[in-house]
């Protein structure tokens, strides 16, 4: 940082104490801005030894490191449970069990049956007259 | 099985006997015997071999989706076979 300075001429009558002092404060300015710009320095180095990805995180022009860009994500938001629509509500899970075969017969009154249009449960029983 | 079955609504379940390995005519004969109007029958052995060709009496018990949920052979008590219906009814 270029500094100009004019210093008063020789023949003013500023004391050889005020011009010390003078130059006291200067050189704590000087000192001062010095520890500033290595303080800027110091998150960016600090965030690239992070290994930080570019798009996850972001520096100001002041060096700060800002928090997480969250990246636009395809799932839908967060709900609560009061406002789920009815019909969002996931069904109970089928009984596990194995398949039925399927088959269609003709019953003692003449009518058919088939298991796979029946949406009744089956009480289903094998018997032989014997 | 008869008794039980009258415990049921026909909305609720289905209550099939298939009867086979004998003649349509005996089998009627027995099935008025048998079975009061809550069960409906029929002879077909055909049906018995999708199911591997059991022995008698074999009960299964299938959900409204077609799966099974139990099986067994040979006769049960009323309450255990209330029991098995009820839970039946209870998974769908």
Same mark, same amino acid.
């Given at each position: 940082?270029?500094?100009?300075?004019?210093? #008063?001429?020789?023949?003013?009558?500023?004391?050889?104490?005020?011009?010390?002092?003078?130059?006291?404060?200067?050189?704590?300015?000087?000192?001062?801005?010095?520890?500033?710009?290595?303080?800027?320095?110091?998150?960016?180095?600090?965030?690239?030894? !992070?290994?930080?990805?570019?798009?996850?995180?972001?520096?100001?022009?002041?060096?700060?490191?800002?928090?997480?860009?969250?990246?636009?994500?395809?799932?839908?938001?967060?709900?609560?449970?009061?406002?789920?629509?009815?019909?969002?509500?996931?069904? !109970?899970?089928?009984?596990?069990?194995?398949?039925?075969?399927?088959?269609?017969?003709?019953?003692?009154?003449?009518?058919?049956?088939?298991?796979?249009?029946?949406?009744? #449960?089956?009480?289903?029983?094998?018997?032989?007259?014997? | 099985? %008869?008794?039980?079955?009258? %415990?049921?609504?026909?909305?609720?379940?289905?209550?099939?006997?298939?009867?086979?390995?004998?003649?349509?005519?005996?089998?009627?004969?027995?099935?008025?015997?048998?079975?009061?109007?809550?069960?409906?029958?029929?002879?077909?052995?055909?049906?018995?071999?999708?199911?591997?060709?059991?022995?008698?009496?074999?009960?299964?018990?299938?959900?409204?989706? %077609?799966?099974?949920?139990?099986?067994?052979?040979?006769?049960?008590?009323?309450?255990?076979?209330?029991?098995?219906?009820?839970?039946?009814?209870?998974?769908?």
């Amino acid at each position: 940082m270029p500094l100009a300075f004019s210093y #008063p001429p020789a023949t003013s009558n500023v004391s050889p104490v005020r011009r010390l002092l003078l130059l006291l404060v200067i050189a704590l300015v000087a000192a001062a801005c010095g520890s500033a710009a290595d303080d800027v320095s110091a998150p960016a180095q600090s965030a690239a030894e !992070q290994d930080v990805p570019a798009t996850a995180s972001d520096t100001t022009a002041g060096g700060e490191v800002t928090e997480p860009i969250e990246e636009p994500s395809e799932a839908p938001p967060a709900t609560t449970s009061t406002d789920v629509p009815a019909e969002t509500v996931a069904p !109970q899970p089928a009984f596990d069990g194995p398949p039925a075969p399927d088959f269609s017969m003709t019953l003692a009154d003449g009518t058919e049956f088939v298991l796979s249009a029946e949406t009744r #449960p089956v009480y289903l029983v094998f018997w032989a007259e014997w | 099985m %008869d008794a039980v079955a009258q %415990d049921y609504s026909p909305d609720d379940i289905v209550f099939l006997a298939v009867a086979g390995k004998s003649s349509p005519e005996k089998s009627a004969q027995r099935a008025a015997e048998l079975f009061g109007e809550r069960i409906t029958w029929g002879y077909d052995d055909a049906v018995w071999e999708p199911f591997g060709s059991p022995y008698q009496p074999y009960t299964i018990l299938i959900t409204g989706g %077609d799966v099974i949920v139990e099986e067994w052979y040979g006769p049960r008590d009323a309450d255990s076979l209330r029991a098995a219906v009820d839970h039946l009814l209870s998974v769908g």
